[in-house]
């Protein structure tokens, strides 16, 4: 019979059932991945947040299949065709492919010819050849001849009896399983370009002519040929013999069928005629379907890798070093239509704007400086966040006179990223918190936003619309959807939100909370003034003892009625600390903080029923550092002064830049010239590197050295290994193969790539297309 679900994915995972079995019951009980990775350790045995997300992702694909299988299970108990043998496979079936192999003779479908030819009474004939091929089939079809049955002679008796041979053939479910992933391990993916399409499709002309096996296809190269024969330039077949293969040459799929049915070459009469049949089988029916399928089958893996690439990188970025609660200057640069300029305080609220023009064509460079510098003063501002888009280096020069001319401020100048902005300018979100404000300066304000907190900003826009990922307009969309939904909630409940400064859309991805509810928390703030207690919470509308159990620990209360409001302490965990502060005899305040007091509390002390080891630690280190910040000191990448364009770069200079993006075969690096340059996965490091997120993550501060520049394609090459030569070959870099193509679609800019510097890389990089 079938394995319960919970010892599946404890197998899978290689963890207890019971851990599993706990985890569902929360699971189904409506709790969070963030809110059973930080408060229930004790009921999943210490699960983290990657086993719990697989876990849940496991759980609905395995309950999808059960259901699957009781719905085949009834479909063909109801035929009456149910074997105990084909009962015992079908509970054996561990995924869908497997259960719909098994199903495919029973699938009610529409008449076939195998069924018009069953029905003419053309089943006995197809059995006779087979079980003794000494028959002449043409003799033995002679038999069969029935014009009222529609058999009109003994060449449509032998058709007929093929197709019932073809059809039982194909749907033989252990022979399906063997010629699919024999197909998968050998077979070859050729893409080919379409007649008159050359220049059409030059983007993907490393694909004119490309021979490559499929199962070792990496996920960017797929996407790329899927969107190429999606697109009409490229036509992609499946080979699963060499060209030079005579057509009379049986293949080795055709041998598998042949063996499976004791079908071979004896000189028999009928012998050929069942060898045909095989034949027409799998080059008609079995292949087809199979090329097909196995193109779906890289298509979702090519999907998978992809998401995650994304997802890490979106990960990274919205766990990058916050600036923090620092008077900001908003820069979003621009020529024609002017720069736009936002001043927002310590928690993010619009103090002031203007547009000013200070490069092409109007030139008011003193002017604006002095608007600037009014701005500044009568604001105190810390910080200026400059957009990385068009103007922006010009702009940094503004910026850089701006900070000379007003040393007094003491001002910092970073370059940030403003993919996304524009999309949250005009959202009806933006149009809700600045219904007043031009289009144009709401982004100069989301820009000055993300510098002092990354996290809180981002969450205002459609992850999709940031983008770090490669080929996101290619992949499952839903599946992208979920993946960065789960990875947007995972990094805000890990970093926690102040419930009295929090947006909507940041309250929104509270382990818990909705939309409504979010909107209802800040309302009654807005109605009520600021939130001085947890337990406060609970007089929010529709906000009840469930909601406030999976959302209460991420939310912090700073300055307010209790000290251990402004921490990751769970409420319902607060009797330990009181134990702690009873037995102790230290106040709650005195206790936070002090490291050198709380190492020698023992955690097993202050162990029961409810409160396991697990949950004890944690808070003893939460009130070591009270509502401690996961993320990382904030540091800056300083760009090179008179390097502001691509035409600045010369091979050999080494740079400051941040990364932007990280594929699997490299990272993007920003070093200020409005192009991102490539540092391959080779030169990332003077080691072998597998995976470059090993090596760096998006938002780090970075030094780099220019390889090669190819200013007309827009292409930078670099090297994160310092010693590297540019135009000699560093043997190194052999060992990594780099991409065929790749695409970083999404956001408001797109990015340039370029050849790297050593043999391997430059081959690799001269067939990078977007």
């Known amino acids: 019979m079938l394995k319960s679900i919970s010892s599946r994915l404890a197998a899978e995972l290689s963890v207890r059932e019971a851990q599993v079995a706990a985890t569902i019951d929360l699971i189904d009980g409506g709790a969070t991945v963030p809110f059973i990775a930080r408060y229930r350790k004790e009921a999943t045995g210490g699960l983290d947040d990657t086993q719990l997300r697989t876990l849940a992702e496991r759980l609905v694909y395995l309950r999808e299949l059960d259901e699957r299988r009781v719905s085949i299970l009834g479909s063909i108990s109801e035929q009456g065709k149910l074997s105990p043998e084909l009962e015992a496979a079908l509970y054996a079936a561990d995924n869908k492919t497997a259960l719909e192999d098994l199903y495919l003779p029973y699938k009610p479908k529409r008449r076939t010819k195998a069924q018009i030819a069953r029905e003419a009474g053309l089943e006995p004939l197809a059995d006779g050849l087979l079980t003794d091929p000494s028959q002449d089939p043409n003799v033995a079809a002679a038999a069969y001849v029935n014009a009222e049955a529609g058999v009109a002679d003994a060449k449509a008796a032998l058709d007929g009896a093929r197709a019932i041979l073809i059809e039982r053939f194909a749907e033989d479910a252990e022979l399906l399983g063997q010629l699919r992933e024999k197909l998968w391990n050998e077979g070859e993916l050729v893409g080919q370009v379409v007649a008159g399409k050359e220049n059409e499709g030059a983007k993907f002309s490393d694909y004119f002519e490309h021979r490559e096996a499929i199962r070792a296809t990496p996920s960017h190269r797929a996407l790329a040929l899927l969107r190429g024969r999606n697109e009409g330039v490229l036509s992609l077949t499946l ?26 070459d004896a000189g028999r009469p009928a012998d050929k005629w069942l060898l045909d049949t095989v034949r027409l089988c799998w080059r008609a029916k079995i292949f087809l379907s199979l090329e097909l399928e196995l193109v779906s089958r890289l298509k979702d893996a090519a999907d998978a890798e992809a998401i995650k690439v994304f997802a890490d990188n979106l990960h990274d970025l919205l766990l990058a070093a916050p600036a923090g609660q620092r008077a900001t200057l908003g820069l ?41 510098g009014a701005l500044c003063a009568r604001h105190r501002v810390d910080l200026i966040a400059i957009g990385n888009g068009t103007a922006s280096r010009e702009t940094d020069k503004l910026a850089q006179e701006l900070i000379r001319a007003y040393p007094q401020l003491g001002m910092t100048k970073i370059v940030v990223s403003e993919a996304g902005a524009s999309v949250y300018s005009a959202s009806e979100l933006a149009a809700r918190e600045f219904p007043d404000l031009d289009v144009s300066l709401r982004g100069a304000v989301s820009i000055a936003r993300r510098l002092q907190d990354p996290l809180a900003e981002l969450v205002k826009i459609d992850p999709k619309s940031i983008g770090v990922g490669q080929y996101q307009h290619d992949v499952n969309q839903s599946q992208l959807a979920r993946a960065l939904d789960a990875v947007v909630e995972d990094c805000v409940n890990a970093v926690g939100v102040d419930v009295n400064t929090a947006s909507v859309p940041l309250l929104t991805r509270i382990s818990g909370l909705n939309a409504t509810l979010a909107a ?87 162990t029961d029923e409810r409160f396991g080891l697990p949950t004890v630690m944690d808070i003893l280190r939460e009130l070591d550092k009270p509502g401690r910040d996961p993320r990382p000191e904030f540091k800056t990448a300083t760009f090179q002064d008179g390097v502001e364009d691509i035409k600045d770069l010369q091979p050999g200079m080494v740079l400051e830049g941040v990364v932007t993006n990280v594929a699997n075969f490299g990272a993007f690096v920003d070093i200020g010239v409005h192009q991102d340059g490539l540092v391959h996965i080779s030169a990332l490091s003077n080691k072998f590197v597998d995976d470059p997120r090993k090596v760096v993550k998006a938002g780090d501060v970075v030094k780099v050295k220019v390889m090669e ?23 190194r870099g052999l060992r990594n193969d780099g991409p065929r193509a790749q695409d970083r679609r999404g956001g408001d800019r797109q990015r340039g790539q370029q050849p790297a510097g050593d043999t391997a890389m430059a081959a690799a990089f001269a067939k990078l297309k977007r």
């Open 520 to 606: 209802n928390i800040v309302s009654y703030r807005d109605q009520n003034g600021a939130f001085r207690s947890r337990k406060q919470l609970l007089k929010v509308p529709r906000l009840g003892d469930k909601t406030f159990e999976q959302a209460a620990g991420f939310l912090r209360i700073r300055d307010g009625d209790n000290p251990l409001d402004g921490s990751a302490v769970h409420p319902e965990a607060y009797p330990v600390v009181e134990q702690i502060v009873l037995k102790t005899g230290r106040e709650m305040k005195s206790l936070l903080g002090d490291s050198g007091f709380l190492k020698t509390v023992k955690a097993v002390d202050y």
């Open 332 to 372: 979003d640069p621009g020529l024609r239509t002017g720069c736009k300029v936002a001043v927002v305080d310590g928690t993010g609220k619009l103090l002031d704007t203007a547009t000013i023009y200070p490069h092409e064509p109007r030139r008011d460079w003193d002017r604006s400086l002095a608007v600037l």
């Open 709 to 731: 520049v190819d200013a007309a394609r827009k292409r930078i090459a670099l090297t994160m290994r310092l010693d590297d030569t540019p135009g000699a070959g560093n043997s």
């Open 239 to 264: 080979k699963y013999q060499p060209d030079e293969t005579p057509i009379t040459e049986r293949s080795a799929y055709e041998q598998l069928i042949a063996a499976r049915f004791g079908v071979r």
